[in-house]
């Protein structure tokens, strides 16, 4: 998926032209929420309109207002399986500041970090434009701040969040992620979400 084109249709209408495959309709809520901080510009969204180029007559489907009840089906879900690694999410007592272990089985290459950053640069760009915002709120009531990829051990990097303000869906993505990270660059043998 690359960058979108953006054109201008009318006086009161964006398109955005992006070739994308196998994206599933509930990613489309990351940027409905995104799109929620316009308001504090005095521009209204009123719809988000998504046409498959070359299908044929679509049905339409509405995707629901995220809300408590909800968020872990109106979200995507989590795609990796245990072939592409172990997924923990750790019985922790909340908190704002969270992290992510990524343990490999053996200590990873020195370039492991260069090759993760992309990955968790894109997440953290996701998480800061409030794309998990709801059901808490607007991307401009809920603030999450990302922190960085740091060394843990010898076979583990930590991925740290300074904020975290937002559903937990949004750890399923970050998931999904590192699965085609561990798929494609180099595997992962656990992820801990704490």
């Given amino acids: ?6 054109r201008r249709a009318d006086e009161r ?6 070739r994308a495959a196998n994206v599933d309709a ?15 510009r005095s521009a209204r969204l009123q719809r988000i309109r998504v046409l498959v180029e070359g299908a044929g ?14 968020e872990s089906h109106a979200y995507p879900r989590t795609w990796v399986t245990p072939d592409d690694f172990e997924l923990v999410w750790a019985d ?3 908190s704002k500041a969270r992290r992510v272990l990524l343990a490999f089985g053996a200590p990873p290459p020195t370039d492991v970090a ?15 434009r409030g794309a998990f ?6 991307p401009f009531e809920t603030e999450s701040v990302g922190d960085g990829l740091s060394v843990f051990d010898e076979t583990s990097y ?6 975290f303000v937002a559903s937990e869906a949004g750890f399923h993505v970050l998931a999904n992620m590192l699965g085609h990270f561990s798929r494609n660059v180099l595997a992962i043998e656990s992820v801990e979400i704490d």
């Fill in 26 to 40: 509930t990613a489309f809520q990351f940027l409905r929420n995104m799109l929620g901080s316009l308001v504090t």
């Fill in 158 to 163: 930590e991925i740290s969040i300074r904020r």
């Fill in 1 to 6: 998926m690359g960058m979108p084109e953006i």
């Fill in 133 to 138: 915002c709801a059901p808490y709120g607007l």
């Fill in 13 to 18: 209408c964006l398109v955005a032209l992006v």
């Fill in 92 to 94: 922790s007592e909340f």
């Fill in 114 to 128: 260069i090759k993760l950053q992309p990955y968790v640069l894109a997440w953290f760009g996701l998480l800061e």
């Fill in 57 to 70: 007559a679509a049905s339409v489907e509405r995707l629901p207002v995220i809300d408590d009840l909800n």
